[in-house]
């Protein structure tokens, strides 16, 4: 089974996906900052960028995390041998101080912490890599997943544009390979569980799958990894209705979207007063557009803020 990512001309319509979603849902002002830049009236697009571009020390976190994996899964296609526990962490903390060293941190830049406790966040790495090498996934990879390595899908290029139901969506999966005649995907987390919000993902990921390969919807099974505190694993069983709820969803939520643009088919936004900020000082005090909402000295996230 060779599993080909499809490739689609590029076209300006939005296209639906989990995180666009639950932003617009969870603010619109923040969605609209988010993407739609060049658009946010009295301000320069490159400093909305330059905000949006921040990072935070959990997400940071996972994509260390997230790509020291891919890397030992790319090793691993190339070479069976185990791997040096003691290197592949040297390797982990060279990642973390690149990463917390050349990014801007949400964290820092709003005061709410002084500077970035880089060897509590290398703690976390170390725990979640080492919860990784000791599961029974690593173990299963060397003895079962590799008589196929050939036919790997590990962190495609791009943002993962796919179609669900003839509708164009983002869907990028950590891991998708074949076993015998079945397809098997991961997902790993190193946050929280939400177990609505990621059974919602291995859903998407499963209907992609189907979608992009006509892979028959029986033969996927699709699994969140979580890494910390603790490995767990989670999967859900999948049923027709599941793919023809989540179709319809999709189409709805797609719809919600489209109805703040003003044209539709090149994705312009509507003014940005019919986004609304959200009323809620807890999701304020985690956005990355705390200052183009209150200035930056009177950011929810600064040090006295409410």
Request: hydrophobic share 35%; net charge neutral; charged share 25%.
């Amino acid at each position: 089974m060779v599993l080909n990512y499809p490739e689609y001309e590029f076209t300006p319509v939005l296209g639906w996906s989990i995180s666009r979603y639950e932003l617009f849902d969870k603010c619109k002002r923040q969605y609209f900052y988010n993407y739609y830049p060049k658009f946010v009236p009295g301000v320069p697009s490159y400093k909305v960028t330059q905000l949006r571009n921040m990072t935070s020390v959990p997400l940071e976190t996972g994509n260390v995390v997230h790509d020291i994996i891919e890397a030992f899964l790319r090793r691993l296609q190339k070479s069976d041998s185990t791997i040096d526990e003691n290197r592949f962490l040297t390797f982990a903390r060279e990642k973390t101080d690149e990463y917390f060293s050349t990014k801007t941190f949400i964290e820092t830049y709003y005061g709410t912490q002084a500077a970035l406790d880089r060897e509590a966040a290398f703690a976390k790495i170390a725990r979640c890599l080492r919860n990784f090498v000791e599961s029974p996934v690593y173990s299963w990879l060397f003895m079962k997943a590799i008589t196929n390595k050939d036919n790997w899908m590990i962190e495609p290029r791009g943002m993962g544009e796919t179609r669900i139901g003839g509708i164009k969506a983002y869907c990028k999966m950590d891991f998708l390979f074949p076993v015998d005649n079945d397809v098997c995907i991961l997902d790993w987390k190193t946050g929280a569980k939400d177990p609505y919000k990621h059974s919602q993902q291995l859903i998407g990921y499963a209907a992609a799958a189907h979608c992009n390969f006509g892979i028959p919807r029986t033969a996927i099974f699709p699994k969140i990894i979580y890494l910390h505190p603790e490995f767990e694993e989670f999967e859900i069983t999948l049923a027709e209705t599941d793919f023809q709820m989540f179709f319809e969803r999709i189409r709805a939520q797609t719809g919600e979207m489209q109805a703040c643009c003003s044209n539709v088919e090149h994705n312009v936004p509507k003014p940005l007063e019919e986004f609304p900020k959200t009323p809620s000082p807890a999701v304020c005090r985690y956005c990355n557009f705390q200052e183009l909402c209150f200035g930056k000295k009177n950011a929810p996230g600064a040090p006295g803020a409410f």
